[in-house]
């Protein structure tokens, strides 16, 4: 069975650069089914230059949307996140519970932060 991973927005960027550390990535998610967050596309396209390079990476990939019941999980997932006292940004919020939603795995340079995230299946590189 073929894992599905959603890439987050830094590993996106460290591709997209040909960063040394893209190169482990694209070894790790060679026989996987790649998507990125709806949500992840806006946070690529907020870059002021080679939008092109942008289209070109996500039209190559899959994209998962924040649907209602992502849109359900991530409140549910804020409320215990400020009750714990351990918010993260909303953006980064609608992407994980995207993820939860869509039941794919989630790939990250940011684990620390995400790790907060009760139901999220992190990939630690």
Do not use: W
């Amino acid at each position: 069975m073929v894992k599905k991973i959603c890439l987050d927005s830094d590993v996106c960027i460290a591709i997209l650069r040909n960063e040394s550390r893209a190169q482990q990535i694209k070894d790790l998610i060679v026989d996987a089914e790649i998507c990125v967050s709806t949500v992840t596309i806006f946070e690529l396209f907020l870059r002021r230059t080679n939008l092109d390079v942008v289209d070109e990476f996500i039209g190559k990939i899959d994209r998962l949307s924040l649907n209602e019941h992502a849109a359900r999980y991530a409140s549910s997932l804020y409320k215990t996140l400020e009750q714990n006292g351990t918010p993260i940004e909303l953006r980064d919020l609608f992407i994980a519970a995207t993820c939860i939603a869509h039941d794919c795995f989630f790939l990250t340079f940011n684990v620390k932060h995400f790790e907060r995230v009760h139901g999220l299946k992190l990939i630690r590189i």
